[in-house]
């Protein structure tokens, strides 16, 4: 309900108003998507004088080369998808057609057009999936509108027919019914509306009905989801899905500013202006994130930072993806297009050292912004019905030392059977079983529980969340809070208070891929020159033992993992469980 209002809000806006007449504002030729002539001057200019931007020059080069001997893309789908044909296709055309547009070389024209012409001649480009659609869309509209200039005639309408009749075509009868990714409030609909959206712009001047149809639909499509941002910037799909979704936000948002002069009011939207901190927040000194749902914990680079701190002036953002791009390897055209300079880390912003996102109920603690060995600590709340979540609620992970001790899974194979069906929950990774947080009596959570954050309490020299997990096992227990906390910046403390009718199993874990030496009421986890005590301070009886992480074939047999757990003498109606967590070089 409230996301339908929300559209009906801004649509009295006058910036809404526009949008029945979406073209009437339509920047004449090409390139017109993203980065215009303009952009390209001030890139070179950055090449010059910018020693990253430079370097990400050579990257780009270097990849741009290795293309010239890559086959091309192929119509081979991977289960139901052809996703990655899809992402390759336009990861290859960002960067054959910035290359070309900066230096003019003839290889990369060619090259370029290869790719394009080999995926207009796809039979389709999958409609029954539709995130690989819209993706291929986005990558023929990005080479059509960025090479036009240097375009044969056929070339253009070879490529023009294609996003036309493979792209607009198809995601006309959705709109128009308003199915599927239409109305979807999660990265489905940003990438779709991004996707096509992208495509009506680029071919706007030939298909001016079509296109205006299109952009009428997604503009009022997408806050649907972009709703999901508020109150303050969280994201209840994970780190790995945020990125997804606010990637292709921003694209569409930039091709819309680029093209028309305008976003249509969408970059206002409660929440969307605090995406880029939530990103911040859930990164860990140790290079990682809090990777809750269906994602890694790898932290990526992320070229819409960039974008994001223009758009809102946040110097933050900056710094993040600098430092980042630093470290890496390569790059991405858009790290090029989008680069920001003027970087500052959040302890010189003056950034608390704690976070609360309410809505998606997650939070984030640690020692130190500026610190590589902080201990950082991402515990969540949440909603088991979110879009790609676990069965995890009360779940958390611990860095320290730049070492991950408590660490989450992710999601395993998509293409296992049922993955997103009814086997969803039969599966090791998905369940509450693998996760940091009780189990009780050897039963999965409710998919259909929520849990949220009760209290936070955030001081200079500690902090703590409360999370009330009770719906998490209907029947079961009648209370049952967890509580996380920080205490001295030196240690962590979890606390489990634990009400039933009648006597359950509890079972505390924490799955990690350190060493573990057993010592009854302590243990001892080692890992890269590092050491981390965990101690039982309650109930008397109660012992660490460690149990198997492997479920059966063909699952992720998660190899070199375990699961610490703390077991109790006997069943209970009443627990009052506390484990202390402290970190130390060895």
Not at 249 to 269: K, M, P, Q, R
Not at 372 to 389: L, M, Q, T, Y
Not at 472 to 501: F, H, M, N, S, Y
């Amino acid at each position: 309900m409230f996301r339908h209002l929300l559209v009906s809000v801004l649509l009295t806006s006058g910036a809404w108003a526009q949008v029945e007449q979406p073209l009437r504002t339509l920047r004449q030729g090409h390139p017109r998507l993203i980065a215009l002539d303009s952009d390209i001057q001030r890139i070179r200019g950055a090449i010059k004088t910018d020693p990253l931007a430079k370097e990400l020059y050579r990257r780009l080069t270097e990849e741009g080369d290795r293309l010239e001997s890559a086959p091309p893309v192929e119509h081979r789908l991977i289960g139901p998808r052809l996703l990655d044909q899809s992402r390759r296709c336009l990861s290859r055309i960002y960067t054959l057609a910035l290359l070309y547009r900066l230096d003019g070389n003839p290889k990369h024209l060619a090259r370029a057009v290869k790719e394009l012409r080999t995926a207009a001649e796809f039979p389709d480009w999958n409609p029954s999936h539709y995130l690989d659609t819209a993706e291929m869309t986005h990558a023929l509209a990005i080479g059509y509108d960025w090479l036009y200039p240097a375009l044969t005639p056929d070339d253009r309408a070879v490529i023009r027919r294609a996003i036309v009749e493979k792209g607009l075509d198809t995601a006309l009868p959705i709109y128009q019914q308003q199915r599927s990714w239409s109305r979807a409030v999660h990265n489905w609909n940003q990438v779709c509306n991004g996707g096509i959206g992208i495509g009506a712009l680029a071919v706007a001047e030939d298909e001016p009905e079509k296109a205006a149809r299109i952009l009428q639909y997604a503009v009022k499509s997408i806050p649907l989801a972009m709703a999901s941002y508020a109150p303050g910037g969280g994201w209840n799909e994970g780190p790995g899905y945020w990125h997804y979704a606010t990637r292709y936000n921003v694209y569409f948002l930039a091709a819309l500013e680029s093209a028309l002069g305008t976003d249509f009011g969408l970059s206002a939207i409660p929440g969307f202006s605090q995406a880029g901190h939530f990103r911040v927040s859930f990164s860990s000194p140790a290079g990682k994130t809090f990777n809750y749902a269906d994602a890694g914990s790898s932290l990526e680079r992320a070229a819409e930072m960039f974008w994001l701190a223009r758009k809102f002036k946040e110097p933050v953002y900056t710094w993040q993806q600098r430092t980042l791009l630093a470290e890496s390897k390569t790059a991405e055209a858009l790290d090029l297009v989008w680069l920001e300079t003027a970087a500052r880390s959040p302890q010189q912003a003056g950034w608390p050292l704690d976070a609360y996102y309410k809505g998606v109920d997650v939070a984030f603690l640690r020692s130190s912004w500026d610190d590589p060995n902080a201990i950082f600590v991402g515990v969540k709340g949440g909603d088991n019905k979110a879009n790609h979540s676990h069965a995890d609620l009360g779940s958390f992970v611990l860095d320290a030392g730049g070492t991950r001790w408590a660490m989450d899974f992710g999601g395993d194979n998509y293409n296992l059977p049922r993955y997103f069906g009814n086997l969803r929950w039969t599966y090791y990774r998905l369940r509450t079983e693998s996760h940091n947080t009780l189990l009780i009596d050897n039963e999965n959570q409710d998919p259909k529980a929520a849990a949220t954050i009760l209290e936070t309490r955030f001081t200079p020299d500690s902090s703590s969340i409360r999370i009330d997990l009770a719906k998490a096992w209907p029947g079961r227990v009648q209370k049952l809070e967890r509580t996380v906390t920080l205490a001295g910046r030196k240690r962590v403390l979890i606390q489990d208070k634990l009400e039933a009718e009648r006597p359950v199993d509890a079972l505390w874990g924490m799955v990690t891929d350190a060493e573990v030496t057993l010592k009854g009421r302590t243990a001892e986890l080692s890992k890269n020159g590092w050491k981390l005590l965990a101690e039982i301070r309650s109930p008397d009886g109660a012992r660490f033992d460690t149990v198997s992480t492997a479920p059966p074939a063909p699952q992720n047999q998660n190899a070199g993992t375990r699961k610490l757990v703390v077991r109790l003498p006997e069943k209970v109606r009443q627990l009052d469980l506390r484990v202390a967590l402290t970190p130390a070089r060895n």
